[in-house]
Nanobody, 128 residues
């Protein structure tokens, strides 16, 4: 079966960096666009970033643009989220997700319903 497993969460201070990884199995990884979402306590899950199957196209939420970078390694079936200049408001559970999408216009993949598979999430806590 399809599994998405996130790694790399933890407790950091504001201004620090953190890199999340998401290892995928049970699917043809290169046929899926990948995304990162997050959910803070008491809030709805929100879009963070997405990347096309080839890695050639990316899209970010305004709140993370310029600070976060999504990338992927299709040989390793892994997607990454490099998070720099972290802020306390970045504190959340971060989820990776896979969308069966062969196009490059990933700007449409900002809604959770567009994604077919989800990981279990990894906690990121940013202290002041």
């Amino acid at each position: 079966q399809v599994q998405l497993v996130e790694f790399g969460g933890g407790l950091v201070q504001a201004g620090d960096s953190l890199r999340l990884s998401c290892a995928a199995s049970g699917l043809t990884f290169s046929r899926y666009a990948m995304g990162w979402f997050r959910q803070a306590p008491g809030k709805e899950r929100e879009f963070v970033a997405t990347i096309s199957w080839s890695g050639g196209s990316t899209h970010y939420a305004d709140s993370v643009k310029g600070r976060f970078t999504i990338s992927r390694d299709n040989a390793k079936n892994t997607v990454y989220l490099q998070m720099n200049s972290l802020k306390t408001e970045d504190t959340a559970v971060y989820y990776c997700a896979a969308a069966r999408f062969s196009g490059h216009m990933v700007v449409s993949l900002v809604v959770s319903l567009e994604y077919d598979y989800w990981g279990q999430g990894t906690q990121v806590t940013v202290s002041s």
